[in-house]
Nanobody, 116 residues
């Protein structure tokens, strides 16, 4: 049972990155999926979530209009397209699967750094 994030790195302000979260060992298609982030010295916050089947999404106000969450159930993978990145988007990004049985599964996290 695991989630593995990829696609992070260093980007300049105004740039873009696409994060991926690959799932294995559990029923990805029946899980609500979400992205979270934790900046240095701050608590972890939810960035975006997507429901089972991808029928509904929601975003933190700070990323609305810039980030897009999506999922490909055939590939057991979730994505976060991040555009117009800002310094304040610098954080460790985590993906999470919330299962119907109430269990949460977290990825190990991946660093995103926005810097000139």
């Amino acid at each position: 049972v695991q989630l593995v994030e990829s696609g992070g790195g260093l980007v300049q302000p105004g740039g873009s990155l696409r994060l991926s979260c690959s799932a294995s060992g559990f029923s990805f298609g029946t899980s609500v999926m979400s992205w979270h982030r934790q900046a240095p010295g701050k608590g972890r916050e939810v960035v975006a979530f997507i429901t089972v089947g991808g029928y509904s999404t929601d975003y933190a106000n700070s990323v609305k209009g810039r980030f897009t969450i999506s999922r490909d159930d055939a590939k057991s993978t979730m994505y976060l397209q991040m555009n117009s990145l800002r310094f304040e988007d610098t954080a460790v990004y985590y993906c999470k699967a919330s299962q119907t049985a109430g269990r949460d599964i977290w990825g190990q996290g991946i660093q995103v750094t926005v810097s000139s």
